[in-house]
Nanobody, 119 residues
Framework: QVQLRESGPGVVKSSQTLSLTCTVSGTSITTKYYYWNWIRQPPGKGLEWMGTIAYSGSTYYMPSLKSRTSISRDTSMNQFTLRLISVTPEDTAVYYC???????????WGQGTQVTVSS
């Protein structure tokens, strides 16, 4: 049973750094050929893909967020972490981590965590 769980603070101050961790169980984040993703959904809007870290450790980011986004991993803890710097209230959203098994098939998702950026 593959499970993902997001954790981190629910409120972040403007200009600060948003940091969220996804803990994975049931499979290793180094297993070929899975990709581990961060997606967010602002209120009243659709899902927005933010970036991913591959089984190899390679990272890829949404171009519009690349300058502010970093994804890293701790393989010993089977976790990967999102860091989004210089946040504004426009970054308020529900943040999800999810696995991509290929073919853009995000087959396992965390439950999501609400992050509010205070002004």
């Amino acid at each position: 049973q593959v499970q993902l769980r997001e954790s981190g603070p629910g409120v972040v101050k403007s200009s600060q750094t948003l940091s969220l961790t996804c803990t994975v169980s049931g499979t290793s984040i180094t297993t070929k050929y899975y990709y581990w993703n961060w997606i967010r959904q602002p209120p009243g809007k659709g899902l927005e893909w933010m970036g991913t870290i591959a089984y190899s450790g390679s990272t890829y980011y949404m171009p519009s967020l690349k300058s502010r986004t970093s994804i890293s991993r701790d393989t010993s803890m089977n976790q990967f972490t999102l860091r989004l710097i210089s946040v504004t209230p426009e970054d308020t959203a529900v943040y999800y981590c999810a696995r991509d098994r290929g073919y853009l098939n995000l087959d396992y998702w965390g439950q999501g965590t609400q992050v509010t950026v205070s002004s």
